[in-house]
């Protein structure tokens, strides 16, 4: 990770300590195309057991047993990650209802990057990582 930017990335010791703790993930912009990275880590959290919810206002039925909802202010209960593949300028909306719903993490997949969202997001007690991907880093940190 030869990332020249400073995005506050927590250390690798807490981001296994959130991919380990997690149950329930939102998949923010979760597409029904199989070939979406979206698609593909909502599958993949669902293969290793965790209970994983869509957000997506285009949706209007389940993706592979995934509920899906309109919104993320419309997702029942806690939610421990929220997971964001949505373009970096479509980011602050999501993150204030993240704030809102008092989500613990708020995980911005690569290429999504929004400074002041996630300043806002930390300032409210919430960890944030940008510009990564939830499988590589569970595949780097989790299988090693």
């Known amino acids: 990770?030869?990332?020249?930017?400073?995005?506050n990335n927590p250390p690798d010791e807490l981001v296994q300590e959130i991919l380990t703790g997690m149950k329930?993930?939102?998949?923010?912009?979760l597409s029904a195309k199989e070939d979406r990275a979206s698609h593909g880590i909502a599958r993949f959290l669902v293969g290793?057991?965790?209970?994983?919810?869509?957000?997506?206002?285009m949706l209007k039925e389940d993706v592979f047993g995934i509920k899906v909802y309109d919104s993320l202010a419309d997702v029942p209960g806690p939610i421990d990650v929220v997971d964001v593949?949505?373009?970096?300028?479509?980011?602050?909306?999501?993150?204030?209802?993240a704030?809102?719903?008092?989500?613990?993490?708020?995980?911005?997949?690569?290429?999504v990057v929004h400074e002041e969202s996630a300043a806002?997001?930390?300032a409210a007690g919430i960890v944030v990582i940008q510009d990564r991907c939830?499988?590589?880093?569970?595949?780097?940190?989790?299988?090693?």
């Not at 329930?24 to 912009?29: I, Y």
């Not at 704030?99 to 290429?111: F, G, L, R, Y």
């Open 85 to 97: 593949f949505r373009r970096s300028e479509t980011v602050p909306p999501v993150v204030d209802e």
């Open 24 to 29: 329930r993930v939102a998949v923010v912009g």
């Open 134 to 144: 939830l499988y590589k880093e569970w595949l780097r940190l989790m299988n090693g």
């Open 48 to 57: 290793q057991g965790l209970e994983v919810v869509g957000v997506n206002p």
């Open 1 to 7: 990770m030869n990332d020249t930017r400073n995005l």
């Open 99 to 111: 704030i809102a719903m008092k989500t613990d993490v708020i995980w911005m997949q690569e290429d």
């Open 120 to 122: 806002k997001a930390r």
